[in-house]
């Protein structure tokens, strides 16, 4: 991987954290709203069940757990156990892609 | 110990003068001996008045046992090539007291972490300037001894980066202290990096280039976790953290501008 990319991969991950901030945030605050107000699917779904917004929500806030979680993995992967090189790289690129996978598969299952 | 050459500090009694505190005569001192592998050796050492590490170190040496190997040159906190872990933490031996490290009567000396050990106290540097070398450390200018001097003016907001940080004198101290270089043995460093920084922020310097790219990735300011032990450590009271995240941004906005060669 040559120096460009692992630089964008640096920024990838300072601007999905910045995301992420934003999105947990929100996120914390629906499940305690969702608390109060009787925990049940049918409520959840009630709510997630064709909004848009929603599915915007949760879609962007897998993205970036799919960008940002990869490549801090791939830090500490390297740094713990010493593994470098192609390999390393193409395992986090296969665990990104599962987080998008099963992430928006979820995404998609509250939205229909 | 006879030879002093230490100023004694303002209130304290001439060096010539050192009697043995009243509160605990004698130093126990575990001193690393060997190589890589090795073994620490116990010595027990007179307390002085105003006594440093390195006082200590050179009196095991001169009294005890010729044949401990240790590093000093300047002994008043300038030439930075008496730095050794004193207690686990990374420190200059001459500038450092033994009222500030061993209040109960015990001292651990040991060679700086993240070096190889060449004998004893003494660890070989060359990785460490090398990483300098590699993080294009050198500066590179575009005059002759023909043109004029550069007017920088010193309130410039680019002089005032590089003097914050020019005043390292390479002791390793950061490097020893820093986890990340233990992590990667590749990683540049705080002491290279921060030299780096001084270069980028002097208007004078041509090599800007093919610095940024030297020192950007992940063996350079990228892998820099922030945990600042540098910053904390530096004798020189120097903030290497804040010269690496100077080195992120620079690089951040070359590499979305493609000037990132490498």
Known sequence: ?112 | MTERILMPEPGLPPPHASRLSPHSRTLSVRVWRGTESGHFQTFEVPRLESQTVLDVVTDIQRRLDPTLAYRFACRVGMCGSCAMTVNGRARWTCRTHIDKVAEDGRLEIAPLNNLPVVRDLVTDMSGFFDKWAKARGQFRGATTRRDDFARVPPASPARRLADAAIECIGCGVCYSSCDVVAWKPDYLGPAALNRAWTLVNDVRDTGNRERLAAVAGDAGCHACHTHMSCTERCPAKLAPTASIAGLKRATAIASLRGELEG
Request: glycine fraction near 8%; hydrophobic fraction near 60%.
């Open chain 1, 1 to 112: 991987m040559n120096t460009r990319t692992q630089v964008l991969l640096w920024t990838a991950q300072r601007a999905s954290a910045a995301l992420l901030a934003v999105c947990l945030v929100v996120h914390l605050v629906t499940i305690i709203y969702a608390v109060r107000n009787g925990l049940s699917a049918a409520e959840i779904l009630g709510r997630t069940r064709g909004s848009m917004a929603w599915a915007a929500f949760y879609t962007v806030f897998v993205l970036s757990i799919a960008v940002h979680a990869p490549i801090g993995l791939r830090n500490v992967l390297a740094e713990t156990f010493g593994w470098r090189g192609r390999g390393l790289d193409v395992a986090v690129l296969v665990m990104a892609m599962t987080l998008v996978m099963w992430g928006l598969r979820a995404v998609y299952a509250v939205f229909v």
